[in-house]
């Protein structure tokens, strides 16, 4: 059948990525499928709503490809999709439920209820409203909460994730429908925006699922049959012991964006993470998730969450969009990622620069890191050069590394032609001529550039670094030893 779906967030605060996963999930199902998936705005808890997170909620979806059929700024046949603003439907249909003797209005003080809990838990008996449900009730007024008027006994249904469940009546209860704000509570709003939107698939966290034999109660009362439900398990730390927190090192969707995580790379890694297709594929594009997505392959316990998994997965997509696209194509994705240094350079020299560099990149933001040499003189530190694994087996003292640096500055003096060719022939030539390792030459050279603990291929960085900055930075490093050896 044709899956629609929807994803409703609460506009609480920042996206967490398991927020995230519960939107792709469904987004795949509906694609696959050619259904619908709705954007829906869970926005009745006002005492936590944030200002600008509906919008941040929407361009982190943008952002990763989600595009919704119906919803915020697209519209959609069951409009509107804030539930703020769906009010009177949800108070239409708890009237109803009162009407027939379903629901009732319920003003009991906070106090007497604190009293019922108490009391329960002096006697030891599970606190259950309903067993204090009032024996008469009042015609319902603005400002008085409505209770569904449950029918406790035993429920059975079918998870797409964690199969056949069954529960028994001591789990359902009298629940709040409508609050005293006169918004619904989450436990009602959604059955009655699913029932209205023509949702036939809600997934959601696992943690729901306890509050599902109250779900299926008000499914009944209504007469609607229920949809698809499935749960998704937790996202867990590290550690595995525990639920995915901010306190993990987890960051927001948003964070990883700015920290030069692709949009590719984050559907790909929140889309395997705790789902996969019987294969050991890794990489996979939008297009090959909705085509190989099913919700049989979700897997029923938690998944752990693995950044070092996420970035390099993350390079990973870096040279396949590169290798797929070319730089050019590529490059607008790296502009908020260069060093402050590099702004006074052109376009085409840092495009230079990313195209011998890319390949080592696990994030964008690593380019502040790798490519400051390219744009100014890297710090002077001779300590550096002298304690280098590479140029310590060497055994020479700093007179004689200052004598083969002179050799290489002398040699590469006389190109004719300062080319990447032409370099690498050079170096190689050098290597015959003073005897050395391609481990002990080439470190002593890379690091006289660029004082960096790694960089691209010699030739290829002195080819960009340019003739001018490559043979100054040489000398200075060679005046250096010398005036040390002074």
């Known amino acids: 059948m044709k899956i629609i779906t929807r994803f409703a967030p609460s506009p609480t605060g920042y996206i967490h990525?398991?927020?995230?996963?519960?939107?792709?999930?469904?987004?795949?199902?509906?694609?696959?499928?050619?259904?619908?998936?709705i954007l829906r705005i869970e926005d009745t808890d006002q005492a936590r709503y944030v200002p600008g997170a509906t919008e941040l909620i929407m361009d982190t979806l943008r952002w990763l490809g989600l595009e919704w059929d119906e919803g915020p700024e697209v519209g959609g046949p069951a409009a509107p999709y804030f539930q703020t603003?769906?009010?009177?439907?949800?108070?239409?249909?708890?009237?109803?439920?009162?009407?027939?003797?379903?629901?009732?209005?319920?003003?009991t003080p906070s106090e007497t209820i604190e009293a019922y809990r108490k009391a329960d838990a002096a006697a030891k008996v599970p606190y259950l409203y309903r067993?204090?449900?009032p024996d008469t009730t009042k015609k319902w007024q603005e400002g008085m909460p409505i209770r569904f008027k449950s029918d406790p006994k035993p429920r059975t249904w079918h998870d797409e994730v964690m199969g056949d469940m069954h529960a028994g009546p001591e789990v359902q209860d009298d629940i709040i429908l409508i609050k005293k704000d006169g918004l619904p509570t989450y436990n009602f709003a959604h059955i009655v925006d699913d029932y209205l939107m023509g949702v036939n698939m809600v997934a959601r966290g696992v943690e729901y699922l306890s509050s599902t034999p109250n779900y299926l109660a008000l499914y009944e009362a209504f007469g609607i049959?229920?949809?698809l439900l499935v749960s998704l398990p937790h996202i867990l730390a590290p550690q595995g012991n525990k639920k995915?927190?901010?306190r993990d090192g987890a960051k927001s969707v948003t964070e990883y964006r700015d920290d030069g995580v692709l949009p590719e790379a984050m559907l790909n890694?929140?889309?395997?993470?705790?789902?996969?297709d019987g294969t050991e594929q890794e990489i996979y594009t939008k297009d090959e998730l909705v085509k190989a997505f099913s919700l049989d392959r979700i897997q029923n316990s938690g998944a752990r969450y693995d950044e070092v998994k996420l970035l390099w997965l993350n390079g990973q997509w870096i040279r396949k969009l590169v290798t797929e696209q070319g730089i050019d194509a590529f490059y607008p994705r790296t502009t908020n990622f260069w060093p402050e240094t590099a702004k006074s350079y052109a376009d085409s020299y840092k495009k230079q620069v990313l195209g011998i560099i890319y390949d080592r990149l696990k994030t964008l933001s690593d380019l502040?890191?790798?490519?400051?040499?390219?744009?100014?003189?890297?710090?002077?530190?001779?300590?550096?050069?002298?304690?280098?694994?590479f140029i310590k087996k060497t055994g020479l003292s700093e007179s004689e590394l200052a004598a083969l640096l002179d050799t290489v500055r002398t040699r590469l003096e006389k190109l004719p032609a300062w080319t990447e060719a032409n370099l690498k022939t050079i170096l190689n030539e050098l290597l015959e001529t003073t005897g050395r390792k391609p481990a002990e030459l080439f470190s002593l050279i890379r690091i006289a550039v660029s004082f960096a603990p790694f960089s691209p291929a010699l030739d290829l960085t002195l080819a960009v670094l340019g003739r001018d900055v490559s043979l100054s930075r040489l000398r200075r490093v060679q005046s250096a030893l010398v005036s040390d050896q002074q």
């Open 17 to 37: 990525i398991g927020n995230v996963r519960s939107a792709i999930y469904p987004y795949l199902a509906a694609r696959q499928t050619g259904g619908k998936f």
């Open 85 to 107: 603003e769906r009010k009177d439907i949800y108070l239409d249909w708890a009237k109803k439920l009162i009407a027939e003797g379903k629901a009732y209005a319920d003003d």
């Open 368 to 389: 502040r890191e790798m490519t400051g040499y390219f744009f100014a003189d890297p710090a002077f530190d001779i300590d550096q050069l002298l304690t280098n694994k």
């Open 131 to 133: 067993n204090h449900r």
């Open 244 to 246: 995915l927190g901010k």
């Open 225 to 227: 049959d229920r949809p």
């Open 269 to 276: 890694y929140l889309a395997c993470l705790g789902w996969n």
